[in-house]
C-alpha cells in the first residue's frame, strides 16, 4: 500500500499547516498510519502513528503536543495538524502504513513538501 500525502506549502514560524493522507483502494481505518519526514540532506524520520483498532496515537518528543494525527473516515483520510511549527519542521512529509520506524517502510508514496521560513 502507498499512501498520497497532500497539502504542504510554506508558513512563517508559529504557523500552522493541516496536511492529509489519502489512497484510492484501501480503506484507511483498517490500517495504523503513520507521518514521516525527510529534512534536506538527511534520513527519513517517524513522526507519529494512529493505530489501527483503538485509534491511539503516538508522536516522537520533538512534535508532542504541537501536531495532532487523527481520521476523517467519510474521506478515507488520516491528516497531520502541526501547529506552532518550526524552521527544523521543514522536511518532505510522507504516511505509509506503519508506526515510526521508516526501514519497515516497503515504498514510499508521493511525499508533500513543508516549508517553515520566514
Known amino acids: 500500500v502507498q499512501l498520497q500525502a497532500s497539502g504542504g506549502g510554506l508558513v512563517q514560524p508559529g504557523g500552522s499547516l493541516n496536511l492529509s493522507c489519502t489512497d484510492s483502494?484501501?480503506?484507511?481505518?483498517?490500517?495504523?498510519v503513520g507521518w514521516f519526514r525527510q529534512a534536506p540532506g538527511k534520513e527519513h524520520e517517524g513522526v507519529g502513528c494512529?493505530?489501527?483498532?483503538?485509534?491511539?496515537?503516538l508522536y516522537i518528543d520533538s512534535v508532542k503536543g504541537r501536531f495532532t494525527i487523527g481520521r476523517d473516515s467519510a474521506k478515507n483520510t488520516v491528516f497531520l495538524r502541526m501547529n506552532s511549527l518550526k524552521p527544523e519542521d521543514t522536511a518532505v512529509y510522507y504516511c505509509?502504513?506503519?508506526?515510526?520506524?521508516?526501514?519497515?517502510?516497503?515504498?514510499w508514496g508521493p511525499g508533500t513538501l513543508v516549508t517553515v521560513s520566514s
Open positions: 505509509a502504513t506503519e508506526c515510526l520506524w521508516p526501514d519497515l517502510v516497503k515504498a
Open positions: 483502494s484501501y480503506i484507511l481505518d483498517y490500517y495504523t
Open positions: 494512529i493505530i489501527r483498532g483503538n485509534d491511539n496515537t
